[in-house]
């Protein structure tokens, strides 16, 4: 069965904002869909991920065994934040989208659905 990756993106500006309250509100809301995603199967993965503050960018100059250079803070510049994801086992894209609808980050952010590439095993 195909693997979706669930990126969950909030506005910039609201990263690290709200209450205790707003934020146990938030948990309760995702804790909700992972138990209702977990019990029918579709979640097979996941992780929240740290303030962009946390985030370092790589690159290497030159191509493989290049300088690598680091850079604090995400690659792009942009109004909202990768805060999380799921990766999640549907049987089509559709099914994918019904999931991710469900993830309280399509609310407050927005969530890219991707397909995850399945490499051939050896």
């Known amino acids: 069965m195909p693997k979706y ?13 709200g209450s205790p309250e707003d934020w146990a509100r938030v948990m309760a809301e995702y804790n909700e869909f992972g138990e209702a ?5 579709v979640i097979v993965g996941g992780e929240a991920l740290h ?4 985030a370092t960018t790589i690159t290497v ?4 065994g290049g300088d690598v250079l680091t850079t604090d803070g995400p690659f792009a510049e942009t109004k909202e934040v990768l805060g999380g994801f799921y990766l999640l086992e549907c049987a ?5 989208i019904k999931w991710a609808s469900q993830i309280p980050g399509a609310w407050r952010g927005r969530v890219e659905v991707r ?3 399945e490499f051939p095993e050896e």
């Open 115 to 117: 397909p995850c590439l």
């Open 61 to 64: 100059k030159g191509g493989k």
């Open 51 to 54: 303030d962009t503050n946390t």
């Open 37 to 41: 995603a977990g019990a029918a199967g």
């Open 92 to 96: 089509d894209l559709d099914d994918a």
């Open 5 to 17: 990756a669930a990126l969950i993106y909030s506005p910039a500006e609201t990263e690290g904002t």
